[in-house]
């Protein structure tokens, strides 16, 4: 039982004691710095129970969980605030027990728990990762890795779009300009060769219509009638039709898109446990909608399209079958759904991660699969986000300027080792140890300025701001777990496994325990939440109060051998903390820097 739940079952006890009322809640929260205490309990809302003056109300429970609650060493009633001062033996016996917890913070797996499938990154197949696709990646993977963390089984998937029109305008320009060019005899990764060739297709394209105006057609019509539009919709019948000359290149392609990807995937430390290929599951769902139709979640208009009616949610009719018995995205989403949890019969819940602008899709997916009668469309949630804007303005694929995902993070790593130089940072290392060094700030940059941000929110994306070395900034909390290695390496004879006992602790030391002492709620809510930005936040606090600590309190100048000891043993736990939260973030921590 944690002690917030002690002093709450108390205040109950006292309130009931005291004033024969029964409180049903009671609100507890840190006790602000200004003020002694540590947890502070909030008379006001009590009040709607308990007649009277909110300070005296204060002194009489303070008293009363004085003599009751062992940990609570005194207390002081500012307002209607009653401020717990919590003893030290408390903090002392607490950090005893997480101090060699390799798994601290991480929840425990319940017996009959089900398992949640995330999806993320989802590309087409006509093009390289971009900075948009890297916030879908990085949330997507982190939430996965929280959600493990917080005692659920989990699997990473993703589902790829390789099949459409967008995929044979690619193919298309690659046949008819390639020349037979591939990945090997250009140097160049795959996906950036195939994503030139998708370029390359709509300059033609904007020729073409441009031509077809002058000729008097509309704009339009010249669309339209664009001949290598004609062309590109002729290649993607002909795949449908199983063509073998167009499926042959379609896989050559695609193949050198995949590998191009994997390299991309490998750089940014992100992994999948399955992949779904849309050329598979466009299919899927027809069968799911007969069902429906039978059970009357679905309707056929005259023109023999089938609708769902969700005018009752506050939504419209949305199409899931085409008059011509063609299926929409809808239908194949529903389809992909049902086909994961067959596969993985263990499945509970989804976690869709797709940019805002797909909102209303997923609400009315989700909406239809409750209709349908699936248990666990109840547990299905799209983690969505917002853009990622750069101060040059909107990217766009077709006009090939998207800012490439393999590109940004070369860029990254270099003003990474370009601001470590000017600051004098790895002066005396080897050129091997500055180059994994400026890797691992460059990555680590990228992604804690992304994640740092509540999902919902729009980013504007700055390079520099997020490789600075002061303020909330993955370099920033790098540097701290390095000082913090810096201090065990001096400390390697010390012994770790003594037990410190009968020590005073200093504001500091204090602080920076109940910080630890956050980190299990803090990852749960951050599973609860779908949210990265929770411990992202919760690491740069943490790492706030160290340097703090760090900068008033000295580890080696103790004044004795045991408050040493436990202050080395404090900046271990601290930075085995950084650590285990920076992972959760996908973020690799630096031993020197």
Same mark, same amino acid.
């Given at each position: ?67 009751? #609650? ?15 001062? @919590? ?10 027990? +997480? ?29 390289? $990762?971009?900075?948009?696709? *890297?916030?879908?990646?990085?949330? /997507?993977?982190?939430? !996965? ?86 062309? !590109? ?15 042959? $290149? ?8 995949? !590998?191009?990807?994997?390299?991309? %995937? ?8 399955? %992949? ?12 799911? *909608?007969?069902?429906? $139709? ?30 011509? /018995? ?7 989403? @529903?389809?992909?759904? +049902? ?11 989804? &976690? ?7 909102? =209303? ?15 666990? !469309? ?14 040059? /303005? ?55 300025? @992304? ?8 980013? $504007? ?17 790098? %540097?701290? =777990?390095?000082?913090?290695?810096? &201090? ?51 690491? =740069? ?11 008033? #309190? ?40």
């Amino acid at each position: 039982m944690s002690l917030q739940h002690t002093i709450s079952e108390n205040v109950k006890t006292a309130i009931h004691k005291l004033y024969n009322a029964t409180l049903e809640s009671v609100e507890l929260q840190a006790t602000r710095k200004e003020f002694e205490g540590d947890i502070t309990v909030v008379i006001f809302p009590m009040l709607r129970v308990v007649k009277g003056n909110p300070v005296q109300i204060g002194e009489a429970v303070g008293k009363l969980l004085v003599d009751t #609650v062992e940990e609570i060493k005194s207390y002081n009633v500012v307002k209607g605030f009653l401020n717990l001062v @919590i003893s030290d033996s408390y903090y002392l016996d607490f950090f005893a027990n +997480i101090k060699d917890d390799d798994h601290f913070g991480f929840g425990t797996p319940v017996e009959g728990d089900k398992a949640v499938m995330v999806e993320y990154s989802s590309p087409n197949t006509n093009k390289p $990762l971009h900075l948009g696709h *890297i916030r879908n990646i990085l949330l /997507g993977y982190a939430v !996965a890795e929280i959600i493990k963390a917080s005692g659920k089984k989990v699997y990473k998937t993703q589902i790829i779009n390789d099949r459409g029109i967008h995929i044979c305008k690619s193919m298309l320009a690659w046949k008819m300009f390639g020349k037979g060019e591939t990945p090997e005899s250009t140097g160049l990764k795959g996906d950036k060769l195939v994503g030139n060739y998708y370029v390359k297709f709509d300059q033609i394209y904007k020729d073409q219509i441009a031509e077809l105006e002058t000729q008097g057609k509309s704009k339009e019509e010249a669309k339209k009638e664009a001949p290598i539009l004609i062309e !590109a919709q002729e290649m993607l019948r002909k795949w449908e039709t199983g063509d073998p000359e167009v499926v042959k $290149l379609w896989k050559m392609m695609n193949e050198w898109v995949y !590998a191009g990807f994997d390299q991309t %995937y490998k750089t940014v430390g992100v992994d999948f446990d399955s %992949y779904y290929y849309e050329s598979n599951t466009y299919l899927l769902g027809k069968d799911n *909608i007969e069902e429906g $139709l039978a059970k009357g979640v679905f309707f056929k208009k005259e023109d023999g399209s089938v609708w769902c009616d969700l005018t009752d949610e506050g939504l419209d009719e949305k199409l899931v079958l085409r008059s011509d /018995g063609t299926s929409v995205y809808m239908t194949q989403d @529903i389809g992909t759904a +049902i086909q994961r949890v067959k596969d993985n019969p263990d499945v509970g819940g989804m &976690i869709y991660t797709v940019g805002n602008e797909q909102d =209303y899709h997923f609400k009315v997916l989700f909406l239809i699969l409750k209709k349908l009668g699936y248990d666990w !469309a109840k547990n299905l949630h799209h983690l969505s986000y917002g853009m990622v804007d750069l101060p040059s /303005g909107k990217m766009k694929s077709r006009e090939g300027t998207v800012v490439d995902a393999d590109d940004l993070i070369v860029e990254m790593v270099k003003t990474a080792s370009e601001i470590s130089k000017e600051l004098g940072k790895l002066d005396g290392y080897t050129e091997e140890e500055r180059t994994d060094i400026y890797d691992t700030i460059g990555l680590g940059a990228l992604k804690y300025f @992304i994640l740092k941000v509540d999902p919902k929110k729009r980013i $504007l994306f700055n390079p520099e701001e997020s490789v600075d070395f002061q303020g909330n900034t993955g370099p920033f909390i790098q %540097y701290t =777990y390095a000082r913090v290695q810096a &201090i065990l390496r001096k400390a390697e004879d010390f012994e770790y496994t003594k037990t410190i006992n009968d020590i005073a602790l200093h504001p500091k030391e204090k602080e920076l325990i109940k910080q630890l002492e956050l980190y299990p709620e803090i990852i749960q809510n951050a599973a609860k939440d779908l949210s990265p930005a929770i411990i992202a936040n919760y690491t =740069y606090d943490l790492v706030k109060s160290y340097n703090s600590f760090f900068q008033n #309190v000295s580890i080696f100048g103790a004044d004795s051998d045991q408050e040493k000891l436990f202050r080395v043993q404090l900046s271990k736990s601290v930075g085995n903390t950084i650590k285990s939260a920076f992972k959760l973030l996908g973020i690799n921590v630096p031993n020197r820097m």
